[in-house]
């Protein structure tokens, strides 16, 4: 938290700096040489000038007068690294208001909204005050929409607006501080709290928020069941197995109801579809970009990445096995260290790559990379303890012998000759290989990805800040330019904050995403090997959301607030974990429940069609119990689904009202068919002598004019029955 | 046909009464004593008259009085059997039109419509005119509802209404000749014939006829593949199985979106939601009746079908096996026999109690008995060729010398010892058990269902008939009051139809639905048996939808035109069976694929983990299709979505023209942000100049008046970037 501090305390150059904002809406970085952000072209500190000066220049012209074009005021203010920085506002309140209102409209056309907005446009915007995220996201649009679809067409990075680095709204530190503050200071999210995340960041972080707060609520009962059967229970139980299991089970099912309530409460149900309604946008960008050639990109680490665990795999199980010589103890952790630090990083790579593909296509096609990040994860993730679980340890007898070539290579090293010999009788493999391995990836692992969120890039910038302070003095020392800009002193500090923004990453909510989905993987498929696991995460989860606010807040550009009305399809991929948990928990207990050492202590000895079974009816049970489940809370009303369901009929019976007056919506609102009008008999006595005098008519009049309304059809029907009726008695005829 | 040629052409008796129905809407049959229609009581021909003639007088007025009270008309007729026979038809034509255009207003109001119902009525109901389903579908709510809903409250068969027998509308005969007619002259039936069908019939069975119109089209691909599979491959082929399951995944997943589009073309998708919102209804009439008491019924039935199969089981290896004695030919065929005949009467005889307990409780709840019927027929169906298929041929050796015991009983009937000997060694299962077996249920039950369903029904009326005319023969002879009602004569034809028509039984579309469902069933579970399943299918349907129109305008009462947006439980039941297949075809191919014998040629011989792992394979196989599947299929946009969209978009936009003046909306609808107020540079200059006369405001003010105008911000950044820009040579200096 020495960050937090000396931000908003004691770092006087930055002052009052972070109390305004100056009313700027988003700031652009535009670079007019291209420099590149490591640390060697900083020593270099020689740009890159391929366009010229000439270009530079006009493709600026080209900017800040399509930003004017749309409405939007600009101020421009010297940045670092040869950039220039653009600030940028709605020049207009009126023109704010208008872009809002119609946006509202658009929602409620596309059936976002259930509730039209009020028709005179100043009533509606004070019943619904302007949130800054509405507000951010609307003036995002107006700058990088199309400009066949209203906006300046500015698109970040790509075509001829490559120059525009980044287009980015500026910290409200206020908010932030407090924030922060608040998080620290209770331990579980209110309503009110994600709200205000809405309301700062948007839907889609504000869906982020809202997941991780449920899955920590619902942590807490595996976390302390978890640890009885830590302390109780053998590890490998069933019993665990089987609660955990339906754990997982309720806890897809009710956030996929929570998250459409939650979308219903904020009025964002329904957006991704109106998302995915643009093909045209969609398709001029696909064409563009060499997605076929990025492609080969990810899959070339993905290459990689198979060697390496598979590099690791064979190190440890060489070491721990066959191994005898020096520094066995250490050595036997080395694999360990390999996977915990490289495979994070790689992790890190493999899903920055994915992301910056996505930049590139559009942010509309997001769901299919998430899709292929989450696959690339499952891989890296679980794969290492696949391979333990289910090859090392049963079949370690056949595979060990195989190993006796790597003996060779450690010859040298081994002190005597027994050290290196092959346990061939007697042989017994580790069987807490697998609760090690557990324990790395779901406590090292947790820990190091951690300081690689949130250490690392704060070491990362205060070097970059160095070196650029360095690099500012020897340009200095040269004599030229001064690299320092001539900013107004009442802005100065300001636009140091604002240049140090610019340089920060911007935040992409999907790896945060990653990082708990995975480790909902770890509980559902292997938790049952150590039950401690769901503590670990509880606890690891309550920081965790904490820097993630903490990384949203200082360590990266503030997020444009865009909109979502689901967590999309990190849902799929929870389904599919907790479905793959009922085959490989049921698989674990099988395979290593006696004794930790299989069915009948030897897990290489077990019996195939047993193994089958037990998964076959895991998994079957499971679908059936997820069937019940969502059955049974799709009985239970949810209160977004009633606010929707009332709004939409209020709407529509409102629309009658204004159509046919009051008392002919209120009969249809009342569900029933009433008698509208009153048939009274005299009126049907009435026509029907009225036909009678223009004539005998049809057979059908006559067949209806037969009795002379009620109270003849009733003596005619009492005349038949009586007829009908037998006469077994006397009595009943005397009654006639 | 011959019934048909008879009502149409020969019964001079009944002669243009087929023309008219007179404008009745519908009937009441009200028994005012109650005799059971048994053949034994028609020839005790004594009423049984419990509650005596006074109360049924009163109950008679009441009926009346209430159908009068809510604008209905009546006319009064003798009926058959101790009953009146009440002709009811909505009095006045405006009440009539105010009904329907109520019910519009209200489905628009539930979401089940999306064009709102033209503003004025006479408009509306000549832009979308009446047709019969929905005035019949209205005038039986007008009877039926509560009173509290505007209705007349009339529960035929329950409460204080047990006098009314039924309420049924009269067959059109005119359409019901042209459309079997029409029927019988083509294959397939067309959007026409379908809409054709909804008109008259209402959507409910629509939907039927649509599905199997649907199904059939389908089964012509597995006909003619299964035919080759037939003629060129040996049974159990793994080829036919995995085709035979992609088909089904298909074919199910088709029919959803079909189902889907059909409820959108048909304007009632989500009003299987509006008819569950009813709770208070449903609840006054649960707690009536005694729903544990009418279970129990059910599962008593259920164990008795436990124990017939059982029995047919054990006759059947005991002849086939190890009885040698006279008849063995003949006596082989005898399970058979039973179960073929014995079968679908139990199976109606269920339906039957289900059916009737589903209209005890409420037309709303026959969801959850569609379920129970699904279950109970899928016992009944498919439970022999399980235990043919897993138990008896693999297990044949251990069972059979169990069934020692059976020889003592028939040993008095073997001619010698050697007859009944067990052929302990050497004992060979009958490999073809299982297609006879699959024979059976998929031609010979088909062809008897299709019997007891047609011609039964008919030849008990015919008997019925007779019984009657004898009876009265009997009545008249006694002397006493004439039973042959002194109807006018020119009535009398039109008044005999109706009362054969009060005589039939009502339609029920839920038992053909379980028929074509049980038949999905038998094709994706076990066709793999016999290749040549599908071809029998596809006779049999084209037969079926003949019959079963045959049916709905002869044999049964006209049904009430029910809506449905969907096939409602069924599809869950075809998407069960779909997936059963994948487990139950994978099974048979590794049992049986060698030579019908397993995979070594001996059955009892399998590897449980070979079966297990193919099991598992499958079964996935077929989710991840049919995940696949289901993808592709909804990128496919049908044409009833893009029409409700369309619809949806249309009547919002409306909405706002009407609030706002053309253009709003069409720069709403446009999608776009479009710069509506044009901000120009003179405007903005003025607003800064305001803001300076007033003083020098905010520092906000200040920050954002640096730059006056767009001129002075490119001026000010050119500046800056000629500045920062590196000067490597003299040129670009100078262009400053």
Redesign the interface.
């Known amino acids: 938290m020495a960050t937090l501090k000396s931000l908003y305390e004691t770092n006087t150059e930055v002052g009052n700096a972070l109390h305004?904002n100056?009313?700027v809406d988003y700031v652009i970085d535009y670079r007019?040489?291209t420099t590149s952000m490591s640390i060697l072209a900083h020593f270099q500190a020689?740009?890159d000038?391929p366009a010229?000066?000439?270009q530079?220049?006009a493709q600026?012209?080209k900017l800040?007068?399509a930003l004017?074009?749309?409405?939007l005021?600009?101020?421009?203010?010297?940045g670092d690294n040869?950039a220039?920085l653009?600030?940028v506002?709605v020049?207009?309140d009126?023109?704010l208001r208008?872009?809002v209102y119609?946006?509202r409209?658009?929602d409620?056309?596309?059936?976002v909204r259930t509730v039209?907005p009020e028709?005179e446009m100043q009533k509606n915007l004070e019943d619904e005050p302007v949130t800054e995220a509405e507000r951010l996201r609307?003036v995002y649009?107006?700058i990088t929409?199309p400009k066949?679809?209203?906006?300046a067409g500015i698109t970040p990075k790509s075509g001829e607006w490559k120059g525009v680095e980044s287009i980015f709204p500026l910290h409200d530190h206020i908010f932030n501080k407090a924030w922060i503050k608040d998080l620290t200071s209770k331990y579980f999210l209110n309503e009110k709290d994600l709200t205000a995340v809405r309301n700062r960041f948007g839907e889609k972080v504000a869906f982020y928020f809202a997941f991780m707060q449920s899955y920590f609520l619902f942590l807490i009962f595996p976390a302390g069941f978890g640890f009885c059967c830590w302390v109780l229970l053998r590890p490998f139980s069933a019993f665990y197995a089987i609660i955990n299991g339906l754990w997982c089970v309720v806890f897809v099912e009710y956030w996929k109801k929570q998250e459409t309530d939650l979308a219903v409460q904020w009025g964002v149900r329904g957006v991704s579809r109106i998302q995915h309604k643009r093909p045209a946008f969609k398709h001029e960008r696909i064409v563009k970009d060499p997605i076929t050639g990025e492609d080969l990109k990810i899959y070339s680490p993905l290459k990689r990445l198979g060697s390496l665990i598979a590099l690791c795999f064979a190190i440890e199980v060489f070491i721990s096995e066959v191994y005898n010589g020096p520094f066995k103890t250490y050595l036997v952790f080395l694999p360990t260290v390999i996977l915990t630090t490289v495979m994070p990083t790689l992790s890190t790579l493999l899903t920055g790559a994915a992301a910056r593909l996505t930049d590139l296509e559009n942010y509309e096609t997001t769901d299919s990379m998430v899709s292929k990040i989450f696959i690339l994860n499952f891989i890296t993730s679980y794969l290492p303890i696949f391979l333990t679980a289910f090859i090392y340890v049963p079949f370690a007898q056949i595979i060990v012998p195989h190993l006796d070539v790597l003996q060779l290579t450690v010859q040298p090293f081994a002190e005597n000759e027994k050290q290196i010999e092959t346990p061939k009788a007697g042989f017994q493999i580790n069987p807490h290989r697998l609760k090690q391995q557990i324990i790395y990836f779901t406590v090292t692992a947790q820990i190091v990805n951690f300081a690689l969120e949130n250490v690392v890039p704060y070491v990362q910038r205060r070097v970059f800040r160095k070196v650029k302070e360095v690099q500012s003095n020897i340009a200095e020392k040269r004599g030229?330019?001064t690299?320092t800009?001539d900013d107004?002193p009442?802005?100065h500090a300001f636009l140091v904050r604002v240049r140090n923004e610019a340089e920060l990453s911007s935040y992409n909510v999907t790896t945060d995403f990653r990082e708990m989905i995975v480790q909902f993987g770890y509980l559902s498929l292997f938790s049952v090997i150590w039950p401690f696991t769901p503590v670990s995460f509880l606890l690891n989860n309550w920081v965790e959301l904490r820097g993630d606010a903490f990384k949203i807040a200082l360590q990266t550009q503030r997020p444009v607030p865009w909109r979502a009305d689901s967590i999309g399809p990190w849902l799929d991929a929870l389904s599919f974990l907790s479905w793959m948990g009922s085959i490989t928990s049921a698989a674990l207990v099988y395979l290593f429940s006696g004794n930790g050492l299989g069915p009948e202590g030897t897990p290489w000895n077990i019996?195939?069609?047993g193994?089958?079974?037990t998964?076959?009816f895991s998994e079957h049970i499971h679908l059936g119990v997820q069937l019940a489940v969502r059955k049974a809370l799709s009985k239970i009303d949810s209160p977004g689904l009633q606010k929707e369901r009332a709004e939409?009929?209020a709407v529509?019976?409102l629309?009658?009202e204004e159509?046919?007056g009051q008392d002919?919506a209120e009969?249809?609102?009342a569900?029933?068919?009433?008698?509208?009008?009153?048939?009274s008999?005299s009126?049907?006595e009435e026509?029907a002598r009225q036909s009678t005098l223009r004539g005998h008519g049809t057979?059908?009049e006559?067949?209806?004019q037969?009795?002379q309304?009620?109270a003849e059809?009733?003596a005619?029907?009492?005349e038949?029955?009586?007829?009908?009726?037998?006469?077994?008695t006397n009595e009943?005829k005397k009654?006639?």
Chains 1, 2 share one sequence.
């Open positions: 305004t100056f009313d007019f040489a020689i740009p000038h010229g000066v000439p530079a220049e600026f012209v800040i007068e004017n074009d749309v409405g005021s600009t101020e421009v203010r010297n040869c220039v653009i600030f506002k020049a207009s009126r023109h208008a872009e119609r946006s409209v658009q409620w056309l596309y059936g039209a028709k609307l649009l107006l929409k066949n679809e209203g906006g030229g330019g690299t800009p107004h009442e802005e019996k195939v069609w193994l089958l079974l998964i076959f939409r009929f529509r019976k629309y009658l159509a046919q002919a009969q249809a609102a569900g029933g068919i009433v008698a509208g009008e009153k048939i008999r009126t049907l026509e057979p059908e006559r067949f209806w037969r009795q309304g009620q059809a009733i005619i029907g009492k038949y029955i009586a007829k009908a009726a037998p006469k077994p009943t009654e006639l």
